[in-house]
């Protein structure tokens, strides 16, 4: 089915680990973006993207890294947990002119 | 330094009754805007949008109102029924500038009581 999907669903690591959230879409929509949503804080961007091999940080982007190689996959990579990072992790896309941002289901993350 | 604020992080309405969210922001650049609604345990979906151009934008029983001179918009439901009970989040971006980032608020947690 076409759309944006997330892997995993949930994930449990530890402090320290290395974890990479996986994130894909069939619409070969130019943009991509990582969003974190936590209690309070509502949504907030941790990086986009606006093709491939194009990156940008958002507003909350230490302790992530993206890479983009083909337009359809965008990984999320935290390179060392905290508990910090706790949180539902939301991929979404949006095709250049278009008006609106379409989301993954989200990946609950738990960092013990 | 959050640039776009939801005060009410809830709201009770009863069955058939209006619902209003509101929704402040602070960057005079943002020029486009929009509502998600989100259920547990799924992403955002995509509810109504309304551009700088305009004050108002009608969707079945979805009205945003734009106040660019106040900095605030507001999401209207009428009536209101149980299904519409979800987190609704207000988004805000700076279109003209080229950019598609958007800033998101904290979330409104609207309660429909049958």
């Known amino acids: 089915d076409a759309g944006i999907t997330q892997s995993p669903r949930y994930k449990i690591t530890e402090t320290g680990r290395q974890v990479t959230l996986m994130c894909h879409q069939t619409?070969?929509?130019?943009?991509m973006f990582w969003y974190r949503q936590d209690l309070g804080h509502g949504l907030r961007l941790i990086y986009y993207?606006?093709?491939?091999?194009?990156?940008d940080k958002g507003e909350v982007p230490d302790g992530y890294v993206v890479s983009r190689s083909k337009t359809e996959n965008f990984p999320l990579t935290l390179e060392s947990a905290t508990r910090s990072q706790t949180s539902v992790y939301f991929c979404?896309?949006?095709?250049?002119?278009?008006?609106?941002?379409?989301f993954g289901p989200g990946t609950r993350l738990t960092v013990l | 330094d959050q640039q776009v604020k939801q005060n009410s992080p809830s709201l009770s309405v009863q069955e058939g009754r209006i619902s209003i969210l509101n929704c402040d922001y602070t960057?005079?650049?943002?020029?486009?805007f929009l509502w998600y609604k989100k259920y547990p345990a799924e992403g955002p979906t995509f509810l109504i949008s309304?551009?700088?151009?305009?004050d108002k934008n009608e969707d079945g029983r979805f009205t945003v109102f734009l106040n660019k001179s106040a900095k605030h918009l507001s999401l209207h439901i009428v009536p209101s029924q149980p299904g519409d009970s979800a987190v609704y989040f207000c988004?805000?971006?700076?279109?003209?500038?080229?950019?598609?980032?958007?800033?998101f608020g904290t979330g409104t947690r609207l309660k429909v009581l049958a």
């Open positions: 979404a896309s949006i095709r250049q002119g278009a008006d609106t941002q379409y």
């Open positions: 619409w070969s929509h130019s943009y």
């Open positions: 993207s606006a093709a491939a091999d194009i990156t």
């Open positions: 960057n005079s650049m943002f020029d486009y």
């Open positions: 309304i551009s700088s151009i305009k």
């Open positions: 988004a805000a971006s700076a279109r003209t500038s080229g950019t598609y980032k958007y800033i």
